[in-house]
T-cell receptor, first 113, second 110 residues
Framework: DADVTQTPRNRITKTGKRIMLECSQT?????MYWYRQDPGLGLQLIYY???????NKGEISDGYSVSRQAQAKFSLSLESAIPNQTALYFC????????????FGPGTRLTVL | AQRVTQPEKLLSVFKGAPVELKCNYS??????LFWYVQYSRQRLQLLLR??SRESIKGFTADLNKGETSFHLKKPFAQEEDSAMYYC????????????FGRGTSLIVHP
């Protein structure tokens, strides 16, 4: 669904570097989420936001921070990247209820050397 | 605690065989049940949700509240069904967030 975009799509960086992953959506959804996907572990929630002023930690927030710059934008930062943060990162949006369908971005493949 | 279990990491079948991907959940209240699918090199997308009671690409899912299961089924698997499948209960109430299972990789051989 081209309504949810992520940049960059691929990134290779070195240990200790600060990295920002960006997510934008044109769906007009209030809720936005960041997940990481690792083989065998499925999707793990990093952070989520119900609106611009409401940001919450997910199950694996250590080492990450987020910024909700506007309803349409939700950025994920790795303050000091480490190799075990190498993963596929997905952004998702949902309308406004816990039972609404989630719409995913294409993912960002991050490699930390 | 909210928990969702997909017991099979990998399911391998031949084309035309029936397939069942299992999902069991432990949730307070009555969650809305979803299946998402991720084809190779593509983003996750909704496959089906219980409330709509639709059959998508030949897949159906039956909610069994007694067993707290929401297994995904298809009577005749096709090669294009090869993908990663995630069961995701979404709890009711505005403050709840979805929980994803670890996923089942379905491989359909020709």
């Amino acid at each position: 669904d081209a309504d949810v975009t992520q940049t960059p799509r691929n990134r290779i960086t070195k240990t200790g570097k600060r990295i920002m992953l960006e997510c934008s959506q044109t769906k007009g959804h209030d809720r936005m989420y960041w997940y990481r996907q690792d083989p065998g572990l499925g999707l793990q929630l990093i952070y989520y936001s119900f609106d611009v002023k409401d940001i919450n930690k997910g199950e694996i927030s250590d080492g990450y921070s987020v910024s909700r710059q506007a309803q349409a934008k939700f950025s994920l930062s790795l303050e000091s990247a480490i190799p075990n943060q190498t993963a596929l990162y997905f952004c998702a949006t949902a309308k406004g209820s816990g039972t609404d369908t989630q719409y995913f971005g294409p993912g960002t493949r991050l490699t930390v050397l | 605690a909210q928990r969702v279990t997909q017991p099979e990491k990998l399911l391998s079948v031949f084309k035309g065989a029936p397939v069942e991907l299992k999902c069991n959940y432990s949730y307070s209240g009555s969650p809305e049940l979803f299946w998402y699918v991720q084809y190779s090199r593509q983003r996750l997308q909704l496959l089906l949700r219980h409330i709509s009671r639709e059959s998508i690409k030949g897949f159906t899912a039956d909610l069994n509240k007694g067993e707290t299961s929401f297994h995904l089924k298809k009577p005749f698997a096709q090669e294009e069904d090869s993908a990663m499948y995630y069961c995701a209960p979404h709890a009711s109430g505005g403050s709840y967030i979805p929980t994803f299972g670890r996923g089942t990789s379905l491989i359909v051989h020709p």
